[in-house]
């Protein structure tokens, strides 16, 4: 489940290929009308009509409608939402990108790394790689997607920890821990440091009691 919900968040914020509703539990895939629906007739209109019929979120309708090259197919589509409010749709859809890619700008800012580079990624590919587990074409695309949403040396730093617990789902621990991180306001490898450093004075000055044989 936990692969299934990545997987899926990853092409919803990532590839914007897919839009899930929580309520009504509705997945649209964008280009499925664009390649599925090329041709009209009859048959695939009335399929098509039925099939709508029981779509709960017409936004979804929508998204997938605008997609669709045939007139034909595409007017039923269009006939389950307003088409006035197409403009509209599409202006709110700029704004939210926009604000999405200030809040990545923010949050680059936060980290200190706006942009990963090449050698970066082949570091840290290669350390998993030759450490923990081989590293799949999935592997690598959810360590780049890690090096850009934390401090490259903040992910070097969780596979140092994974290397010594060794569990049996790597890539899942590492992502907790960053969570956590993220979770404790850490953005770089100074405040973590600080942090262990905070913990072992704590520790050194708790006082454990001894319990002393009797006279």
């Known amino acids: 489940m936990e692969s299934v919900g990545a997987l899926l968040q990853r092409f919803i914020d990532h590839h914007r290929l897919i839009k899930y509703n929580e309520e009504t539990r509705e997945i649209a895939i964008k280009n499925w009308g664009k390649y599925n629906l090329n041709r009209g007739g009859k048959p695939i209109l ?13 936004l979804l309708i929508q998204w997938v409608g605008e997609g669709v090259s045939n007139d034909s197919v595409r007017n039923v589509y269009e006939s389950y939402y307003d088409t006035s409010t197409i403009g509209g749709q599409k202006e709110k ?17 936060e980290v200190g790394q706006s942009v990963v580079t090449e050698e970066q990624l082949i570091f840290l590919t290669k350390f998993y790689d030759e450490n ?51 979770k404790d306001c850490i953005t770089n490898v100074e405040q973590l440091k600080a942090k262990e450093e905070r913990e072992r004075k704590k520790q050194a000055t708790t006082i454990i009691p001894v319990l002393l044989p009797k006279a």
């Open 132 to 182: 923990i587990q081989r590293a799949s074409g999935y592997i690598c695309e959810c360590i780049e997607r890690m090096a850009r949403e934390n401090d490259p040396a903040l992910v070097y730093e969780a596979m140092k920890i994974t290397v010594l617990q060794q569990p049996n789902k790597p890539m899942q621990y590492m992502e907790q821990i960053l969570a956590n991180w993220r």
């Open 46 to 58: 009335d399929c098509v009509k039925s099939e709508l019929k029981e779509v709960k979120d017409t």
């Open 93 to 109: 859809e700029k704004e939210e990108e926009k604000e999405n890619k200030k809040e990545k700008q923010t949050t680059d800012g």
